[in-house]
Nanobody
């Protein structure tokens, strides 16, 4: 059974950095593409970044050059390094496995000075 637990969110100042983590269990983590999504209040959930099982990455234009997605298959953990954070990055961030309908509880990122 797929289980994903996001953590690392919190309050960050504009221009600051934050690293999100997603602990995965219930499946062979290294075999699957993984994604980070986010949902801001009143907006639809959007894809932020993805990483394939082989390590290829994709970024939404809005975060390209600022965010870095990575994975540690030995720890069954997905990461999202967020740098140069902007107010518009404030949202609940979710990780998700490809070919799964499971969504974790997410982790809240608040951007404020």
């Amino acid at each position: 059974q797929v289980r994903l637990v996001e953590s690392g969110g919190g309050l960050v100042q504009p221009g600051g950095s934050l690293r999100l983590s997603c602990a995965a269990s219930g499946f062979t983590f290294g075999n699957y593409d993984m994604r980070w999504y986010r949902q801001a209040p009143g907006k639809e959930r959007e894809l932020v970044a993805s990483i394939s099982s082989g390590g290829s990455t994709y970024y939404a234009d809005s975060v390209k050059g600022r965010f870095t997605i990575s994975r540690d298959n030995t720890k069954n953990t997905l990461y999202l390094q967020m740098n140069s954070v902007k107010p518009e990055d404030a949202a609940v961030y979710y990780c998700k496995r490809l070919l799964s309908d499971y969504w974790g509880q997410g982790t809240q990122v608040t951007v404020s000075s």
